[in-house]
DNA sequence: CTAATCACCTGAAGGC
DNA sequence: TGCCTTCAGGTGATTA
């Protein structure tokens, strides 16, 4: 479910809400959920920081940090103690904090888990740069790009080179640089990568403020769904008339995954 | 190195 | 109505 945008929504709303906030008690319905590589009791500890690498969320305790990744059904919810009513059919984990209110990971599909780390660097060493990142800059990324021969779809979907892209926002990234998704990274020439660079980076702060993409589960730490699905141009547009050409989008298999495209609109390299 | 397939799970949607 | 197949914001293992 959750790519960069919708995680990044996710962390800046729970910045605000559990920051300081001491944990009480950590209960695990669906014992898979939970990944515990770490001697230290997750009780008693202080959320101190929470930072995204890709689409994982990190969040700092005093001694220890707890890594999560909603995968594709995965919702992060914060309950005020107040609150009452609420939907357990897919609650899988949950964390009480000392003042009552609580977090809690719904999982309708069980991909998503919550690891309890002593050294994060662990897991994320072996995750690309986040495709935010200040560090990735255009001369990086057509390096990067330039240098695999993957197809750009799966070289983008890949997390181990740049992490953060998934189904939705590669299609859509790939569709505004008019380059055709089976092209060939290396392809590729270098006005469409610096086109592919700047778009990436558009339709993912555009995604973000529109609070990210609800397709079915995805909802934000408020429970509220993202705003972004309205504004696709080729992710389930298959059958539809392409904004730009009038040309009917395509959908294929590619990589394992559907993808949406403009025959016309996007030149195979 | 790249690609394809399966596995992990549940539920919705479409075909017959 | 009911059964069967396919598909889904992801990723990791395994096999060509």
């Known amino acids: 479910m959750p ?47 929470l930072r995204r690498k890709g689409k994982y969320i990190l969040i ?23 609150s009452t ?6 609650l899988r984990a949950s964390i009480q904090f000392s003042d009552g209110s609580r977090l809690l990971f719904n999982d309708k599909r069980k991909f998503g888990r919550i690891y309890h780390v002593s050294e994060p660097e662990i897991i994320l060493n072996k995750v690309g740069i986040d495709a935010m990142s ?25 997390q181990k080179y740049i992490s953060g892209l998934g189904n939705i926002y590669v299609d859509e990234s790939l569709f505004r640089s008019g380059i055709h998704p089976a092209s060939v990274s290396a392809a590729i020439e ?14 993912l702060t555009f995604a973000i403020k529109n609070m990210g993409s609800t397709i079915s589960d995805y909802r934000d730490a408020n429970g509220n769904m993202g705003n972004n699905q309205n504004f696709f141009r080729v992710y389930q547009q ?9 040309q009917e989008i395509q959908k294929i298999k590619l990589g394992g995954r559907g993808t949406h495209f403009c025959p016309q609109c996007q030149r195979m390299f």
């Open 134 to 158: 200040p560090k990735l800059d255009i001369a990086k990324f057509r390096t990067m790009v330039k240098s695999s021969k993957m197809k750009i779809k799966s070289f983008l979907l890949s």
């Open 60 to 82: 700092y305790l005093n001694t220890s940090a707890l890594i999560v990744h909603l995968r594709m059904t995965g919702q992060l919810l914060f309950i005020e103690e107040s």
């Open 85 to 90: 009513q609420i939907d357990t059919a897919y």
């Open 190 to 203: 270098e006005f469409a990568i610096d086109s592919l660079y700047s778009e990436i980076r558009k339709v």
């Open 238 to 246: 298959q059958g539809k008339p392409c904004v730009s050409c009038g």
């Open 3 to 49: 790519e960069l945008p919708e995680v990044e929504t996710v962390i800046r709303e729970l910045k605000s809400k559990i920051i300081g906030k001491q944990i009480q008690k950590l209960s695990v319905i669906w014992h898979k959920t939970f990944v515990n590589n770490c001697e230290t009791d997750i009780e008693d500890q202080t959320v101190r920081a």
